[in-house]
């Protein structure tokens, strides 16, 4: 019975240590998640105006190196659907993390993959986001991915319409 106390004593010190140097706690199932992934399948039907609501006034969001305002970076996302068909976030993963030092962020983590509905070309590229969450808006985004097919395939949508 003593050792069965002392057992007790000792986890209870070992569990409160490993909290103290915690850098956080990540879930997959809370509010925060199931919000990227509503906006996640917007992008994927072709209207990401929804990020309206979450995305405060002043936001910044970063595609690669490039910075866009909340309106540019929607348009920018909507106009992939001009551009390609059968957009995809395979393999899709998001969750948040809730970080010791209050920050909260969500990763979205993929391999996207669309046609060009101009070449008929398909891409496959992996792909990284995360979301930097104030309270209930979203502060910053940051989407990692090669952009080369993006960028080919929006020169010639540009050209044929002009």
Same mark, same amino acid.
């Given at each position: ?52 609501? *979450? #995305? /405060? ?5 970063? +595609?690669? $190196? ?6 540019? !970076? %929607?348009? @920018? ?20 993390? *809730? #970080? /010791? ?5 969500? +990763?979205? $983590? ?6 060009? !509905? %101009?070449? @008929? ?29 993006? +960028? ?11």
């Amino acid at each position: 019975m003593k050792n069965y106390i002392l057992l007790i004593i000792a986890l209870i010190f070992v569990s409160c240590d490993q909290t103290q140097s915690n850098a956080g706690v990540i879930q997959n199932d809370d509010s925060k998640s199931e919000v990227v992934v509503k906006l996640a399948d917007s992008y994927l039907a072709g209207n990401f105006d929804m990020a309206r609501e *979450y #995305f /405060s006034a002043d936001s910044k969001h970063y +595609f690669n $190196d490039l910075e866009f305002d909340v309106d540019g !970076i %929607i348009e @920018g996302y909507n106009s992939h659907s001009l551009i390609f068909n059968d957009i995809k976030h395979n393999d899709r993963k998001v969750y948040t993390g *809730y #970080f /010791s030092d209050g920050t909260i962020q969500t +990763f979205h $983590d993929f391999n996207w993959s669309a046609t060009s !509905i %101009i070449t @008929g070309k398909e891409y496959y590229y992996p792909a990284h986001c995360r979301w930097v969450w104030e309270g209930e808006q979203i502060v910053k985004t940051n989407c990692y991915v090669d952009p080369a097919a993006i +960028f080919a395939e929006v020169a010639l949508f540009q050209e044929s319409q002009e």
